[in-house]
């Protein structure tokens, strides 16, 4: 029986070439080469003005909320249901995060939560399109700009996702993305800062290369104390590569999603959803089971195990963690624990689209004693 992984990249004679070529010829006058050309690419894609490649989307947004000002004393707003990674920077700065409610049913964050929480100590909105769902961003915008409080797209995993031809990431005062070993797109590890601002962007630039201004003249000379965030030419070849099939690996994603949702059609599940005139990336298929079904997750993911399937919890609510003051978000409560994540890759064939499938099903019959 061969292993469904929950996630793996796809990578063809293209991506070793260029990374071949990285290695043996990228060095000296050369070594920021394919970094320069996988940025041309992703703004390209994304149609925004600028885009730095990182070393994690975490760095891109460290530095974006850096340049923005945002420090001791500040707060910023967040969905409660998220990764870690979505937060970090916040406390690396000394800031304060403020978990905000998610909605229902694109599990992403509640504008009138968002609305409800913010005070004069508020610094920014960081609006993360989960799953590749996407946030709703008129809704966010408009508070943002009423309150003149700016809001940052964390788009980890939304590459492929939009609003019509806008895409997920061009519309906020920035927006990070990843390139980890389990995204659409991937560099192994890395990320990339993306904006319309002129003036946010050669602030980050700044601080990607230790402080030091590209209009400094005056050799190792800091302008500030910034950050070493860089992305390596070798690892922006593979996503220079990547960018060439970006095309083919969004349209690998909704394919399995496709699949996932007409095999799983008529059981008592939420998925990801597509509301009218987006398209969705599907970065991770997400089952969110419904209340009215006895559901035990744990008993689930034991059951994908003993039949060599991966699977992945839900996110935590951040609130839950010990790291921050608990909050009672209770969208967030309720999901967290009947959602899972289910494999997704691009060579996922249909066979194993319904092993997974039946895995679920005979669950669910079982523990609703059908």
């Not at 092993?355 to 079982?366: C, D, G, P």
Request: hydrophobic share 40%.
């Amino acid at each position: 029986m061969n292993r469904i992984a929950y996630t793996k990249p796809s990578i063809t004679e293209l991506e070793v070439r260029y990374a071949t070529d990285a290695v043996t010829t990228g060095w000296g006058e050369r070594c920021y080469e394919y970094i320069g050309k996988f940025e041309h690419a992703f703004r390209s894609h994304l149609g925004v003005k600028h885009a730095i490649a990182t070393s994690s989307c975490t760095g891109a947004l460290h530095m974006g909320l850096s340049a923005l000002g945002i420090g001791r004393g500040d707060e910023v707003i967040l969905a409660d249901i998220n990764w870690i990674a979505s937060v970090a920077p916040v406390t690396y700065l000394g800031a304060t995060p403020v978990f905000a409610d998610i909605l229902p049913d694109s599990w992403c964050l509640d504008p009138e939560k968002v609305e409800a929480a913010i005070t004069p100590r508020t610094k920014a909105i960081i609006a993360v399109h989960l799953y590749g769902n996407l946030c709703d961003m008129d809704a966010l915008l408009e508070i943002g700009e009423r309150h003149g409080i700016p809001v940052i797209e964390d788009a980890a995993e939304a590459i492929g996702s939009s609003w019509g031809s806008v895409r997920a990431g061009s519309r906020g005062a920035f927006a990070a993305f990843s390139f980890h070993g389990t995204k659409t797109v991937t560099t192994g590890e890395g990320g990339m800062f993306v904006t319309n601002d002129d003036t946010l962007y050669e602030t980050v630039l700044t601080l990607s290369n230790h402080g030091r201004s590209r209009q400094q003249t005056k050799q190792f000379w800091p302008d500030m104390i910034g950050y070493k965030y860089k992305m390596s030419n070798v690892q922006a070849a593979i996503g220079l590569a990547q960018m060439e099939r970006i095309q083919d690996l969004i349209d690998g994603k909704r394919r399995v999603f496709n699949l996932y949702s007409r095999h799983l059609g008529g059981l008592p599940v939420a998925m990801n959803p597509e509301p009218p005139g987006t398209t969705n990336g599907y970065w991770m298929p997400t089952i969110i089971v419904d209340d009215s079904v006895g559901f035990d997750r744990d008993k689930l993911l034991t059951d994908f195990k003993a039949n060599a399937i991966d699977g992945r919890i839900y996110f935590w609510p951040l609130s839950m963690l010990p790291h921050f003051p608990s909050t009672q978000n209770n969208v967030a409560r309720r999901l967290y624990a009947r959602g899972v994540n289910l494999p997704t890759y691009h060579d996922l064939t249909d066979d194993d689209v319904i092993r997974v499938t039946n895995i679920v099903k005979a669950h669910l019959t079982r523990e609703s004693g059908a």
